[in-house]
């Protein structure tokens, strides 16, 4: 059974930093990509990254760029978002989601979810 | 950016109705439209993948169709276990985009 874990969420000034992570079981993790998605309070879902199986590719929403780092350590099963110079915008629980394929290029089907991590940046 | 757009925003239906909702795409997406399920406090679930595929173990009263630019997703019989909020999602173009959500309710 495919089990994913995320941790690290918690409260953080405007303008600070914060790493997620999430632990990953019950699937060859190397072999497909990761995604993070997140959902701000009261709003919908917004896809915010995405990191190939081997980790040499990665993809960002416009929103996040310069600014978030996605990652994956395939020998820990772990992937990881830094989170630097964070905005009350950024605040929302953060999803880790598997992708249905190694490729990023095949990779857009989320076929299993984490329950989810909440992140809030203050003012 | 592909924009999804998703109605209605709500709705309420008594149990054993027929419910469908609708997404859109600012453009021809083909077939790469998956619909999810998110229940409070649970983990989503993706329920069906490239328009009309069903993943494993959901319900074969949910059911998608469509192709290029318009969509529906449909419950065939409404049950109280399907109370939850839907979303289409497009992969035809990165960024990969999601509508704003339906939420079902039990009437």
Redesign the interface.
Known sequence: EVQLLESGGGLVQRGGSLRLSCAASGFTFSTYAMNWVRQAPGKGLEWVSVISGTGGSANYADSVKGRFTISRDNSKNTLYLEMNSLRVEDTAVYYCAKSSHEMIMFGGCFDSWGQGSLVTVSS | ?IQMTQSPSSLSASVGDRVSITCQAGHDISK?L?W?Q?KP??????LI??TTKL?TGVPSRFSGSGSGTDFTFTISSLQSEDIATY?C????D????????TKVEIK
């Open positions: 950016d790469y998956n999810y998110l406090g649970k983990a989503p679930e993706l993948s490239g993943e979303y999602q497009q992969y035809h990165l960024p990969w985009t999601f509508g704003q959500g």
